[in-house]
């Protein structure tokens, strides 16, 4: 973490002041929610969709349970979220089926979460660090499908998205930026 | 610790923004030409990436506390060499004399001044029979005050090891007579409750088991295997300094590089194709949590800290915070190398992103030769343990209850250095539930008791830490709602210690618990509230702390007391 440099950090800092104290500078506003909903993030619209314009759309993220270890991993060390996808300031759509979908950054895996019910909310499991989630319109509602075919709804980033990168661009880049991607 | 000591330890300038604009790679590896150089002090930097730039103005910056090393300056070869724990078995009313003393160790090569508890490591393994009462003999031989806190252990209040609580500490050259009574079956630990962070990790540690009368009391197993799990934080010149007069490592704890097994860096066992061998985890590290896997292996939990689960389950992994114990059976079906490993999801804040990593814990040589197959076939099932379930159910009436005291934790620093300071703020946009490496060497190294302070909050009150006052009568069953604040300057999972009780478990976020097992410790990741149920049955004045070690001296403790039973 120390080597993220921040323009603001640079610019801020006086020459000779070295230390600063934390509760001065409190309430420090660090995130907006709290609690279990801390890992929830938001799903924006692409307008691809009919209706789908002021909807408002959210992912929300629990620790699954059922565990022994008070958290739950999956066998490469990942976290295993239940993930629950809610949509509202819209109505449902009155043909095809609004489907959520978890993929990784570089959407090379997708799991299909599920469909969406009549109040437009639908629930999965996400055994990935850094995932988007998805919701398409689809013509049918297949169980089995392995991705989506319809045009997308809604998508956003997992709160761990939030890690910036330095590697790819900035005072310290090391790689080409275009090289770079998503990462995990 | 003076403000002129103070302002010489932090060097009080950043690098101007133009020397960053012209940063190359390779004028960012030199930023790191102080690893393995003596720095002001006599502190060395701490091991970290070395492909990774610094952060601004810290590049020669050390701990505003000194460093300690035992022994400084002392021919390690003076010392006698620490040997492998050793098994003292012990009846009721047994006595064993424990000294506390430097020895010669030596890991990943380098030969280093270490403690042992009678120059073994870990310290002696305890065995004792349920209900038994031991009598364990202390003398303290080293320079720093210490104490044993029986870890887990529903004993009397007087021997429970918890300086200025329960006792005096110990001085050097002074002794005290610690009567154990193990009222329960299980794996527990013992250990100092004087800076956990430096004499801990310096090898004060053992285990105590206690067997039940029950010859069923877990089921079939070939073999059995203690496993303490720990790590220790080294360079190219051994062990790195603690902080003297307060840890380093405040924020997130401090992180070892080198993973050990019964204080081994390359444990390895062998087993024959389908043996089963129950394994007793303890993690003693100070900050880390592992997730340790089997290979491939079937694995199943069957106890944690002090009882078995309800119902024996199959699990992937065993998630074990420090303190904490867990006891599996695993079945080693192929033959071949399996590699019992931490494996973890780790995090890179330069890249953003989380990569996969795994430590080598133990290697298994797993042979052709088949083991004896009535037990490799009792493994494949699960068994329910009546008694830990009628024992729960006495205690379910309870469970819907609302909470009777909710804490919460945080964090409050103070005269950090500037960048660490802006960094952290601008990088807890997010924060995993769990810390599994030391993402932030250098800032975490910089950070010490004497700046920051962790919190258990009571949300009631708004007492912190010293000024919570809690009571309790014996017989008392209480529910504490303990939730992890994640709008901190830092914040990080904790495993809440207990100490003189029982609780369990009964939710995490809501969603409740389905197998239960009576714990003294348990993990609450970032963002999560957890309920406690706490079986109030021994009288005393006892602790509540987060048990990474750094964080305990940072503050994060308070102590309630329960009376005696009601009339």
Known sequence: METIVLLTALLGAPAGLSAVSAEAASPVPVCASAGPEYYAFELFTTRNVPGTGLAEARAELEVSGGSPFSITLGPDGSYVYDVSVSLDRMKAPRTGHLVAWATTPDIDQVERLGTLDEQLRTSGQVRWNKFLVVVTWESEDDPEATMWKGPVAFRGMSRSGMMHTMVGHGALQQENCAAYGYGN | ?567
């Not at chain 2, 364990?136 to 209040?157: A, F, K």
């Not at chain 2, 009368?213 to 300094?241: C, K, N, T």
């Not at chain 2, 964090?411 to 990088?427: F, G, Y």
């Not at chain 2, 539930?433 to 009150?461: F, H, Y």
């Open chain 2, 1 to 567: 610790m003076t403000d002129r000591r103070r302002q010489a330890r932090v060097p009080g300038f950043l690098v101007p923004l133009w020397a960053l604009c012209v940063l190359t790679p390779s004028a960012a590896s030199a930023q790191h030409e102080m690893h393995g150089m003596t720095m002001e002090g006599g502190w060395r930097m701490v091991p970290m990436d070395m492909s990774m730039p610094m952060l601004p103005g810290l590049e020669n910056a050390v701990p505003v506390v000194g460093p300690f090393l035992p022994g400084m300056g002392m021919d390690p070869s003076m010392l006698p060499e620490a040997r492998p724990s050793e098994m003292v078995p012990m009846a009721d009313g047994d006595t064993l004399d424990v000294s506390v003393s430097m020895v010669r160790r030596t890991i990943d090569g380098h030969e280093m001044v270490m403690f042992g508890y009678n120059q073994q490591y870990p310290g002696p393994l305890l065995q004792a029979p349920r209900d038994a009462t031991i009598v364990v003999r202390v003398r303290n031989e080293i320079q720093m005050p210490t104490t044993i806190h029986w870890h887990g252990v529903r004993l009397e209040n007087r021997f429970d090891g918890v300086p200025g609580v329960t006792q005096e500490a110990i001085e050097q050259g002074e002794s005290f007579t610690y009567e154990v009574h193990v009222p329960d079956a299980g794996m527990y630990w013992y250990h100092p409750h004087v800076r956990e962070d430096v004499q801990q990790d310096l090898g004060l540690f053992g285990n105590l088991l206690v067997t039940s009368p029950d010859p069923d009391y877990y089921g079939p197993a070939h073999r059995e295997e203690v496993f303490v799990l720990d790590d220790m934080l080294m360079d190219e010149q051994g062990a790195l300094p603690w902080g003297d007069s307060a840890p380093t490592h405040a924020l997130m704890g401090r992180f070892g590089n080198v993973m050990m097994v019964n204080g081994e860096t390359d444990y390895r066992l062998t087993a024959q194709k389908g043996e089963v061998v129950r394994f007793y985890l303890t993690n003693v590290a100070n900050s880390r949590t592992f997730n340790v896997t089997f290979g491939g292996a079937k694995v199943k939990v069957v106890a944690s800290d002090v009882s078995r689960f309800e119902r024996e389950q199959w699990v992937g992994s065993v998630v074990i915070a420090p303190a904490e114990r867990y006891v599996v059976d695993v079945r080693f079906d192929e033959p071949g190398e399996v590699v019992i490993a931490n494996t973890i999801q780790a995090i890179n804040h330069f890249r953003g992103e989380f990569y996969p990593h795994v430590d080598t814990l133990s290697m298994v040589s797993v042979s052709d030769e088949p083991a004896e197959s009535s037990v490799s076939e009792a493994f494949d099932t699960l068994r329910e343990h009546a008694d830990v379930v009628g024992d729960v159910e006495s205690f379910r009436s309870f469970f819907g209850q609302a909470p009777d005291y909710e804490l919460e934790t945080t964090v409050r620093v103070r005269d950090l250095h500037q960048s660490i300071v802006l960094s952290m703020e601008a990088d807890t946009l997010y924060v995993p539930p769990m810390e599994w490496n030391d993402a932030m060497p250098m800032m975490n190294w910089l950070s010490t008791g004497e700046q920051v302070t962790w919190i258990l909050k009571d949300r009631e009150t708004g007492a912190e830490n010293g000024e919570i006052d809690w009571s309790f009568d014996v017989g008392d069953v209480v529910k504490i709602r303990i939730f992890n604040t994640p709008d901190s300057f830092h914040p990080m999972n904790h495993p809440i210690h207990v100490h003189g009780q029982r609780f369990l478990v009964l939710s995490m976020d809501g969603v409740e618990s389905e197998n239960l097992v009576w714990k003294d410790t348990a993990i609450v990741p970032v963002g999560s509230e957890m309920d406690l149920l706490i079986d109030m049955s021994n009288p005393g004045e006892w602790m509540i702390h987060c048990h990474i070690a750094e964080h305990l001296h940072a503050g994060m403790m308070f102590s309630f007391t329960v009376g005696a039973e009601r009339p």
